[in-house]
């Protein structure tokens, strides 16, 4: 990868983006796709949309997700001790001891997520674990009074991880899901700078995917695409408690996973895998017999319906501190939709048909 575009990327992972407070990435996206596209607008919801050769009739829709899972503060005690609540699916033993920003109108501050010490817990709490309403942020508060001078109701938090380096190409951070599938949209349009399209392609950094897929349900709506593909992070197998007899196999370092059922349109599923196999770019496939959990989802139903795929970079640890991924995948991934788009016409029929 190169050090510009690695260097983006970090920029991004460190950049705190809860579902509904996506604006500081959003606007690290939007002066990047700047320089890349024809022309780049931000609508109502927050979506940041680039887009190459605006005036062609066949619109191709790139969605990648931009916000994480977070917390948000619900309650502050006459201590000044703070009850918070997710925003986003997250398991609360990952919260339990870690230090949380609290993303406040006054900048961020520290907030330590507190537990009984060991020595003081009974034999049946040591094996239960609390619910999101149990536990507390200490940000060293005198009282209640005292926090409320720093913090209030509705503030965002997120885990104080940074993105590292670690051997192999891989990187580990605390928003892969989905800054990555934003990242590799920008990234496909920083391929496509410059080559002749036949189609127009849309990149669109998604917003509030966590609670709903809603950003892409807004933006698929208003682009009216003919065919979309969303990037994502997927299950990656190759660490140990993963059951591939659920999820089928998947590991890092061997190609972006595309998927085969039926919220993936057959033709354009069809053109993915064949553009792969002519660039000698490594893939891997995935299954999914149901509507997957993706931008996918939403942009497959926008309007009379779009011709949908999903592209997935394997991720090891989803919804935690520690998600680790292979940049080889995320390059390869790039490669592969802006081969795509370079070689599409805008002919392309879309209708499934008996093989």
Known sequence: ???????????????????GYEMGVQDLIRRRLADLCDEVRTDV??????????GASFRLMLAGHCDEVGYMIMHIDEKGFLYFSPVGGTDPAIVIGQRLRIHTRHGPILGVVGRKPIHLTDADEKNKM?????????????????????VAIGDYATIDMQVEEMPHGRMVARAFDDRIGAFVVVETM????????????????????????????TSAYQIHPQAGIAVDVGFATDCPGMDERRTGACALGKGPQLHRGPNINPVLGDLLETTARKE?????????????????????????????????????????????????DVDHAADLLAAMAERMTGTEDFTPRPR
């Open 45 to 54: 919801h927050g979506n940041v949309i680039g887009i190459l050769n605006p």
């Open 190 to 217: 920083r391929r496509l700078k410059g080559r002749s399209l036949k189609i127009g392609v849309y990149a669109v950094a998604t917003v509030q995917e966590e609670i709903g897929l809603r950003g892409a349900t």
């Open 280 to 328: 000698k770019i490594p893939i891997q496939i995935g299954a999914e017999p149901r509507g997957t959990p993706t931008d996918a989802n939403v942009i497959q139903l926008s309007r009379e319906g779009v011709a949908a795929a999903l592209v997935s970079i394997p991720t090891r640890y989803i919804h935690s501190p520690v998600e680790m991924i292979a940049l080889d």
């Open 130 to 150: 609390p619910k999101f309403h149990e536990m507390w942020l200490d940000i060293g508060a005198k009282n209640k009074k005292d926090a409320e001078k720093r």
């Open 1 to 19: 990868m190169k050090k510009e575009s690695l260097d983006f990327l970090k920029t991004l992972l460190n950049t705190p983006s809860p579902s």
